[in-house]
C-alpha cells in the first residue's frame, strides 16, 4: 500500500520563527488533507490540497502530486500552533471509500 | 453549524468488556469513518459507512463492528477488549464516499482498558 512520510519527526522553535513541514508519499493520490491535533486529540483540518497552492492566514500549503510531497508552510509561529501536524492522503482504487492513510506526524513545539 | 460530535469523551473498561462509541456527523453528510489512533501514532481507518452501508473496513478483527442508523449517524462497538485496544478512537464524517471529500473529525473517544 501506499506510504505517507513525514519530516521531521520532531521541531521546536522560537515564537516569531517559521518553518516548513513535509509530506512524501509513495504512489499518486485523489486527496490530502492537512491536519493540526491540539493537546486533547482533536484533529483540526488545515488544508485540503490534493494539488495547488493554499493560503490561510500565516499557514500556507503546497502540493506537487507529480512529484509525490505536499509542504505546509507555517510563518511568525505563535505558542498555539504547537501540536503534532499530520498529512493524511487517500488513493482509493477501486474500494471508493475515501479513507485517509496518515503520516507518523511532526510534533511541533513553539517557545515563548 | 455544530461539527461531528462523538460520545462519551473518556471511558474505561475492563478486559473482556465490550463498549459501544457514537458518533454524530456533520449536519448533511451521509459518510462517516471510524480510526483508531494509538499513543504516538497517526490514525488508522477502520471503518467507512455510507448510506447506512459498510463501504471500507481496515485491518481490524471481528471484534470491530459498526453501524450506521438513517439519522447518518453511526456506532462503533467492539468486543472482547484486549489491553492492546486502548486507544484514541475517532470519527470522521463527509459529504459523500469517496476520496474527493474532504473528511471532518470528531473531538475523539479515550478508551482505556485495563
Known amino acids: 500500500g501506499i506510504q505517507v512520510e513525514q519530516s521531521p519527526p520532531d521541531l521546536i522553535l522560537q515564537e516569531g520563527a517559521n518553518s516548513t513541514l513535509r509530506c512524501n508519499f509513495s504512489d499518486s493520490v485523489n486527496n490530502l488533507q492537512w491536519f493540526h491535533q491540539n493537546p486533547w486529540g482533536q484533529l483540526i483540518n488545515l488544508f485540503y490540497i490534493p494539488s495547488g497552492t493554499k493560503q490561510n492566514g500565516r499557514l500556507s500549503a503546497t502540493t506537487v502530486a507529480t512529484e509525490r510531497y505536499s509542504l505546509l508552510y507555517i510563518s511568525s509561529s505563535q505558542t498555539t500552533d504547537s501540536g503534532v501536524y499530520f498529512c493524511?492522503?487517500?488513493?482509493?482504487?477501486?474500494?471508493?471509500?475515501?479513507?485517509?492513510?496518515f503520516g507518523q506526524g511532526t510534533t511541533l513545539q513553539v517557545k515563548p | 453549524d455544530a461539527g461531528v460530535t462523538q460520545s462519551p469523551t473518556h471511558l474505561i473498561k475492563t478486559r473482556g468488556q465490550h463498549v459501544t462509541l457514537r458518533c454524530s456527523p456533520i449536519s448533511g453528510h451521509k459518510s462517516v469513518s471510524w480510526y483508531q489512533q494509538v499513543l504516538g501514532q497517526g490514525p488508522q481507518f477502520i471503518f467507512q459507512?455510507?448510506?447506512?452501508?459498510?463501504?471500507g473496513r481496515g485491518n481490524f478483527p471481528d471484534r470491530f463492528s459498526a453501524r450506521q442508523f438513517p439519522n447518518y449517524s453511526s456506532e462503533l462497538n467492539v468486543n472482547a477488549l484486549l489491553l492492546g485496544d486502548s486507544a484514541l478512537y475517532l470519527c470522521?464524517?463527509?459529504?459523500?464516499?469517496?476520496?474527493?471529500?474532504?473528511?471532518?473529525f470528531g473531538p475523539g473517544t479515550r478508551l482505556t482498558v485495563t
Open positions: 459507512y455510507y448510506e447506512k452501508e459498510e463501504r
Open positions: 493524511a492522503v487517500a488513493t482509493d482504487g477501486s474500494s471508493n471509500t475515501g479513507k485517509l492513510i
Open positions: 470522521a464524517s463527509s459529504r459523500r464516499s469517496g476520496e474527493s471529500y474532504e473528511q471532518y
